[in-house]
Structure formats: C-alpha cells, structure tokens
C-alpha cells in the first residue's frame, strides 16, 4: 500500500508541475507528460518496472476518448467519411508500410521482418495527435478531419494486422534441414501458437465461426446501444445519486472493451462504435461530463508512462543512430502524407498539419511488436530497438506540432479564386454580406416587399442561399465597381453586414465619401467596433449580440417577478439609455486606447450606468404606485 501511494504521489506531483509549464511555454500538454514521464523514469529513476503494467491501465485514456468522439458524430457523418476511411487512411497505410519495409531490407533484414517492422511503424499515435488537435482547436479543420479519418483506419486495421502476423511467424519459422527436409527453427517458434491464443476467446477458431463472432458482437454494441441506454439510464435515474451516472458511463467503456478483446477486437474501435451509436442519444452529454476527467487523466498517465519507459541504457549506448532512425521513420512517413494528402486535394495548411501530425509512429507499433515478439517474427534485441525509436518519434510528435504552428502563421491559405458575378440587377436596399445576420435581415425587407441587392464574397454562401430561392451576387462589396454595379449611386438603403470589422470599417469610410445622402446600417462587433463605424459614417449601428442580450435579459426579468409589461418597460428603457450612452462615450473615446485606460471614458461611463439603475427603480416604483 505504501508503494501504490507513493508511485502515486510521484506521478501525479510530477504531472502537476511539469504540464502547466509547458502550457505556458506554449509547449503543449503532451510534451509536458512526455517530459514528467522522461524526469521520473530515465533521469532521477523515482519509478521503476511497474510503469508497462500501468501503461496498459492507462491506455483507457485512448479507449474514453474514442468513444468521446463517437459521441461527437452522428452515423450519417461517420458514413459521409467512408471514401476518407477507405481511400485515404488505407492508401496511407499500404504506402507507408512498403516504404519502411523497403528501408529494412536495405539494411539486411529478411522481408517477413521488414514487413512486420514496418506494419508496426506506419501506424501514428492516436491518443497524441486527438490530444493535441483537440487542444489546438483544429479538430474540424481540413487537415485535422482527414487526420482523423486515418487515424480511425489504422485502429481498424490493427485486427487483420494481428491475424496476419502469425503466418509470418510461419514464414521465418521455415527452413531447409541438412537432408532438404522442411523444419520448425527458433526457440519460441513452438510458443507462438500459444501467445496467438491468449489474444482473444476467438483464436483458434475456423473463419467463418470467427467472422459470425466479430459480427454479433458488433450487432450486440449496435443493439444494446439503441434499445437498452435507455431503461439502464431509468433505472439509475431512479437511484437519485450522482456518482451511479458515473458508474454507468464507465461500465459502458469498460464493458464494451472487455466484449471486444473476448472477440479479438481493438477495444478502442468498439468504443468509437458505441459512442456513434449513442451520438443521437439524449444521454449523450450526460456522458460525455461524467467520462471527461477520467479520460484527460488517463491519456496523461498514459503519456507520462511512455516517458518513464524508455531504455535510457539501451539509448546511451548508441543515441546518435537511434534518433537518426527515429527521424528516418518520421522522414519516410512524412513523405508518404504529404503526397497521400495532395493526391486527396488537402490544401496547404491541411497539408502540412496533415503530413506532421502523422509521421510518428505510435502505440499500436507497441502492441503489434510485442505481438511479434512473442511470434519470433523479430528477435529480441531489434524488438528493443524498434520500441525505443517508436518512443522517440512519440516525444518529437509535440517539437512537429510546433513547427506546424510557425509554419501555420507564416503561411496564407490559397484561397480559390472566383470571378465576380456579372450584376444585372439594382433595388433600393444593397445588403453586403448573406451570413447569419444579413439573412435575417434580407428576409424581413423582402417579405415586407422591398426589393434587394444581395453581395458577398463567399461562393458557399451565396451557392447555399440560391438553393432557399435568394438571388445573390459573388463579389467583394468593398470594391467599389462592384457596388457601383448594384447601384449604389440610386440606392436608398446600405446593409453593411460583413464577417471582417477592418472590411466593415473600410466599406462605410468608402461609401459615405460617395454617397453623403445615402442611409447606412451596419453591424458592429463591440462597443469599440461601434465607435469606429460611428467615426467612418455610419447611420445606424447594430452590435450583433445586444438585441438578443437584451431580449434574454427581459425573460429574466419576467421569471423574477415582473409583469410582462414591467419587463418590456425596462427593456426599451434600457435600450433606449444605451444608444444614448454609446453616442455620448463616443466622443470621449479614443483609438488605439484601451477603454479601461481612459480615465475620462471610464469616469462617465460609471455615472452613466448610475442614471441607468436611476431611471429604472423610478419605472419600477412607478408601477408599483399604480398598480396601489
């Protein structure tokens, strides 16, 4: 018990210290594990041979965040991605496979091993690079999807590379005696049938039996997940206590893992399964709350231990040709990703976060070697040598993610480019920019029967709108032979509506020189955005959140006592105020100048909200008065 707490305490010390630094180096909190796991194992040797055994434990962080993001996609977007699951991911992997196998025999080793080395290397690590690409916000990004997709293949791939590997085993297993007969050599040929068995309750068994298996399995997570969550969830709902929520959601994981390695399967692949079955469930967030810490927890053990594992002896020895090899390994498949990404049409920036986020290889490399290991399909002391240089890559993944992002902020995305619609129309209302503000905004002038001129930059957009039955023109509405085109010397009405502040400044300033008759509205970001239009000519300024705060803010005020008349009061009332304060604080406010910082500003815009609260406890007691 004393040396649970205390391997405890340094894992979780060291976790606590080193992941905040290197957040805020910037680092990334993978490369902080990587390096508490480095500090306590190799350099002060604080852990010892327990960290394999735990390192299995750990690697339930992967499962629960697999099926976190099963939970995240519904089946209908899982199976929009098959063309990238199949085309993508499995290109990947064959090219990557042939590449390092090619790179094996050059150095002398005989094809089963090199094929076997470089099954285990062309798989990346999914628990780092998820992490990452979730920390990093680029998860939904081009790159990050087709990441995704291949990540999610090669964990699929990992059942066929296990079934295959045996008949390698049988291959190397082969040779001529001294009379020319066929026999068995290695000592651990007799052993390998005996490790293939402990893998799974299916070894053994003939193919079709094992296919039937695999299949009701699969059907059984299906099944259970749309016909059973559902009374289970009643029935702890009815125990009225917290934490049976968070036995459930871990039973979930832990049961699902437990059926899929009875069968052979990637526990991880069966989680990913039953989140996507959940996805639609109204449970889903439920547990998503409950697994999240434990899922961030145990990819972080998970981290540290592949830190703390690495053969700091093995790796003195010879450091110089086993990072050397490790970079070879992320060299051949990082050329390989980058023309896989390229013949797939990933642009620039996906890319490159495509071809560096994948070129590691990563934790299946360990269970597939050990696999072979025990198979006598690569010796001992290559086997050593090849888990240390998956470790390796492992650690450089976060130095590459870096280099992403340097060369992320260096590099424009090419843009398609569009020719600009020929516009044969004009109306009295110009509207530039169809997103979510604009649309609203189109609506109501046309239902009301006005007629409007409809411009923006974006050919989704515009395409998106044609298919509702709105006519819209492609174009850039700050260039002025484009307005000029949708009538802006005739025109009554500008709705100013753009994503871009800097865009939406830049239009007012331009128009209003041309036009000092015409009425423009336009939408604002900020209370600084406000002051910027109000400066550049803008009639009516709109601040994109502050009608919907303010209707929010009335149902508050309703559910708290307030007639609906009372709420409305305050509500126009506030309203009302404001404009009047935003046209007042205009002329104390200054650009480039923190609002915060300008004495002046803050002074008046304290006494302003005072006449504010004034105001309103006279409307209140008003009322009240009346209402006596």
Not at 251 to 262: A, E, K, N, P, Q
Not at 418 to 438: L, N, S, W
Request: charged share 15%; aromatic share 8%.
């Amino acid at each position: 018990m004393d040396a649970f707490l205390y391997q405890a305490t340094i894992y979780l010390a060291t976790a606590v210290i080193a992941v905040p630094i290197a957040a805020r180096l910037g680092l990334g909190s993978v490369l902080g594990y990587l390096a508490a796991g480095i500090l306590i194992g190799p350099v002060l040797g604080l852990v010892g041979s327990e960290t394999a055994d735990l390192q299995h434990f750990a690697e339930f962080g992967v499962v629960m965040m697999l099926f976190l993001i099963g939970l995240e996609l519904e089946p209908q977007a899982l199976w929009a991605m098959r063309h990238k699951l199949i085309g993508l991911g499995g290109l990947q992997i064959s090219i990557s496979t042939l590449a390092l196998m090619g790179a094996a025999m050059v150095t002398g080793q005989p094809w089963q091993v090199s094929l076997a080395i470089g099954l285990a290397l062309s798989l990346s690590s999914t628990a780092i690079v998820l992490q990452t690409l979730s920390e990093k916000g680029l998860m939904q990004t081009g790159g990050g999807r087709a990441s995704f997709s291949v990540l999610l293949t090669q964990d699929i791939a990992v059942i066929p590379i296990l079934a295959f590997l045996p008949l390698l085993a049988v291959e190397r297993g082969m040779a001529l005696s001294a009379d020319g007969s066929i026999q068995r050599t290695g000592t651990h040929a007799a052993e390998a049938g005996h490790g293939a068995e402990h893998l799974s309750l299916v070894a053994g068994l003939p193919a079709w039996a094992v296919t039937c298996v695999t299949i009701a399995a699969v059907g059984f997570i299906i099944l259970a997940g749309i016909y059973l969550t559902r009374p289970v969830f009643r029935f702890i709902h009815a125990a009225n206590l917290r934490e049976m929520y968070t036995a459930l959601a871990l039973l979930i994981v832990v049961g699902i893992s437990f059926l899929m390695t009875l069968v052979g399967l990637s526990p991880a692949l069966g989680a990913f399964l039953a989140g996507v079955v959940l996805a639609n469930s109204e449970f889903r967030h439920e547990l998503e709350s409950d697994l999240l810490p434990f899922k961030g927890l145990l990819l972080g053990l998970f981290f540290i231990t592949v830190g703390a594992g690495i053969n700091y002896r093995l790796f003195l020895s010879s450091p110089g040709d086993l990072i050397g090899l490790a970079l070879l390994v992320i060299l051949l498949k990082g050329t390989v990703l980058y023309f896989v990404a390229k013949a797939f049409g990933l642009r620039k920036r996906g890319r490159w976060l495509f071809t560096l986020g994948l070129a590691q290889s990563g934790e299946f490399g360990f269970v597939l070697l050990s696999f072979a290991l025990q198979l006598n399909v690569i010796p001992p002391g290559l086997s050593e040598k090849l888990l240390l240089i998956i470790a390796l890559s492992m650690l450089i993944t976060p130095l590459l993610f870096i280099a992403f992002d340097m060369l992320s902020s260096r590099m424009a995305e090419a843009a398609p480019v569009h020719e600009p619609d020929e516009i044969d129309e004009d109306g009295p209302v110009i509207i530039a920019g169809i997103g979510r503000f604009g649309q609203i905004v189109n609506r109501l002038v046309r239902a009301s029967g006005f007629k409007t001129v409809v411009l923006d930059y974006d050919m989704e957009t515009i395409q998106l709108m044609r298919r509702f039955g709105v006519k819209g023109f492609l174009g850039d509405p700050t260039r002025p032979e484009l307005l000029k085109a949708a009538g802006i010397a005739k025109a009554r009405v500008l709705v100013v509506a753009l994503d871009d502040p800097e865009n939406t400044i830049k239009m007012v300033r331009q128009v209003r020189k041309v036009r000092p008759d015409l009425h423009i509205v336009a939408r604002a970001n900020d209370r600084n955005h406000v002051y910027e239009l109000y400066q550049a000519g803008a009639n009516d300024i709109v601040r994109e959140l502050f009608d919907s705060s303010l209707r929010a803010g009335r149902y508050v005020l309703e559910n708290m006592g307030l007639s609906e008349y009372e709420a409305a009061q305050a509500e126009q009332t506030f309203y009302s105020h404001d404009r009047r304060v935003v046209r007042e604080l205009a002329d104390f406010w200054e650009q480039g100048v923190p609002a915060s910082q300008n004495a002046a500003y803050v002074e008046r815009a304290r006494e302003l909200e005072k006449d504010l609260e004034t105001a309103l406890m006279e409307l209140y007691e008003t009322h009240k008065q009346k209402s006596a």
